[in-house]
């Protein structure tokens, strides 16, 4: 039987951790896997057992057997809870910068077409916003107002709670520091009194992006094609297998010629032959 090994609602240290058989951890790694493609091997046991005894501890159970009890009676929101608990939100403004550059030169390229099209983009797994801002943002910087206007950014994330923060648009000013102080001039506001601290991204930038919450492994209702997507840093904490699935569905959402922007350590190699590489985890439709 597990017992506690600290039981978090007799000790209030709230760094103490559940005792975590193996039993535990293969049910709650296999439900994870099943209800977002995230695989975790016995190296990610301590984050899940960490993270998890928190929520143990909010809903003031004694066990993670109770809580795997609680997750196995179909209760849809705690199947959520720990969906958001488990996933790995890291991200920036202008992650991968080479790929924005890439970017600012296909719109550039657009642009001398005799008619601007409407150009439509897909940031999958979008986290707190920064990818699909850092999108909008380079169309807002280059593009000319009536082009701009033809841009549209869908950004989805399978995590409710990020996707909130993500709306906010609002982010503590250490996220722009890097960042030139003329360009975060363009595309935020600097907040004063309680706000002092936080930059908020501006209407004019973020008209463009429309939320949604999304889970890439399973069905979606998406009106395709998309000219770019980017699905970066999401398929790095999947199986094979469900990358190579993911990759294919991306594929059924664009047209010859479409755009795919992966993160910089993941490969589209032995995974998909639809797309060639045309530079760094930048990839393009071929049928
Ligand atoms: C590391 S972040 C990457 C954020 C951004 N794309 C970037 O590269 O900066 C990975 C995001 O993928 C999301 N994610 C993980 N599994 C997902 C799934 N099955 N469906 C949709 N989003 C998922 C996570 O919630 C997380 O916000």
Redesign the pocket.
Known sequence: MASPVQNPSVNSDPNSVYSFSDCDFLIIARLIHEN???YLDHTKRFLVQTRLSRRLKELGLDSFREYRLLLQSGMMDELEYLANAI??????FF?HDSQFMFLERYFLEMQLKKEFPNIRIW?????SG??PYTIAWVAYSTLEAKNFDKVSILA????SE?LKVAKKGVYPEECVSKLPPEKVRQAFYRGHGANSGFVKIKPEISSIVTFKK????ENWSVERPFDLI?????CI?FHKDTQRALMEKLADMQDEGGYLFL?QSESLFATCNLYKTIENAIYRKIY
Request: a negative charge.
């Open positions: 977002t493609g995230i996933t790995t939100n890291t991200t920036s992650r940031s999958a797994g979008c986290s920064e990818e989805t994330d399978l995590d990020i999304l889970n890439l492994i980017f699905c970066r840093n999401v904490y993160g």
